[in-house]
């Protein structure tokens, strides 16, 4: 299983980043899956779900209406569309696995994951 985050960066408040997890090694299909971030010195946080079909996603108060989710099935890639970025957004983002529509997954099922940098 492989799951490989791309994307990140630095922009600066106000401005928009597009992430994309390239996924191997499973039936990505029938997977639910998730986004996590995590800054320095802090837990891991929930931020975005989708289920296998896509036609269900879920965000966290603190990105929603700024964040998008979606996937492409045939391409085994999940995206987070991020616009309005703020300096509290920045986290290193991973992509995961996950059964369950909320929450964060298992340390196991994330991806390497890759760096947002929201400042002037």
């Known amino acids: 299983v492989q799951l490989m985050e791309s994307g990140g960066g630095m922009v600066q408040p106000g401005g928009s980043l597009r992430l994309s997890c390239a996924a191997s090694?499973?039936?990505?299909?029938?997977?639910?899956m998730t986004w996590i971030r995590q800054a320095p010195g802090k837990g891991p946080e929930w931020v975005s779900s989708?289920?296998?079909?896509?036609?269900?996603?879920y965000y966290a108060h603190s990105v929603e209406g700024r964040f998008t989710i979606s996937r492409d099935n045939a391409e085994n890639t999940l995206n987070l569309q991020m616009n309005n970025l703020k300096p509290e957004d920045t986290a290193l983002y991973y992509c995961?696995?996950?059964?369950?529509?909320?929450?964060?997954?298992?340390?196991?099922?994330w991806g390497q994951g890759t760096q947002v940098t929201v400042s002037s």
């Open positions: 090694g499973f039936t990505f299909s029938i997977r639910a």
């Open positions: 995961a696995r996950t059964l369950t529509l909320t929450g964060v997954p298992p340390r196991s099922l």
């Open positions: 989708i289920d296998n079909t896509g036609s269900l996603s």
